[in-house]
Nanobody, 127 residues
């Protein structure tokens, strides 16, 4: 069973950048497809980005496409979310998630398909 710990959240001004990280332990990281989700106060948890086991395939929500980049380093058991051109509406708790994936190129965008979740990291974008 894999454990996930996010870090790197914080307060940033609109237009700024931030990188959040998710460190995995307790499993073979390269066997998991990874995803990022976010939840703003009073709202549902929304999909942000996903990356395949190998890192060769990625998928983004329309709201972040062109601004956010997901990547992973399987040697470091870590997945990253680089966030540029941040907007106040990006303010949320950001969660990483892991799902065992049989196909190396599989990306997963549905929250219910991820059995493992981190505790989240707060990202606040001021206007």
């Amino acid at each position: 069973q894999v454990q996930l710990v996010e870090s790197g959240g914080g307060l940033v001004q609109a237009g700024g950048s931030l990188r959040v990280s998710c460190a995995a332990s307790g499993g073979t990281f390269s066997r998991y497809a990874m995803g990022w989700f976010r939840q703003a106060p009073g709202k549902e948890r929304d999909f942000v980005a996903a990356i395949s086991r190998s890192g060769d395939s990625t998928y983004y929500a329309d709201s972040v496409k062109g601004r956010f980049t997901v990547s992973r380093d399987n040697a470091k058991n870590t997945v990253y979310l680089q966030m540029n051109s941040l907007k106040p509406e990006d303010t949320a708790v950001y969660y990483c998630a892991a799902a065992p994936a049989g196909l190396t190129g599989l990306v997963i965008s549905k929250a219910y398909q991820y059995p493992y979740w981190g505790q989240g990291t707060q990202v606040t974008v001021s206007s």
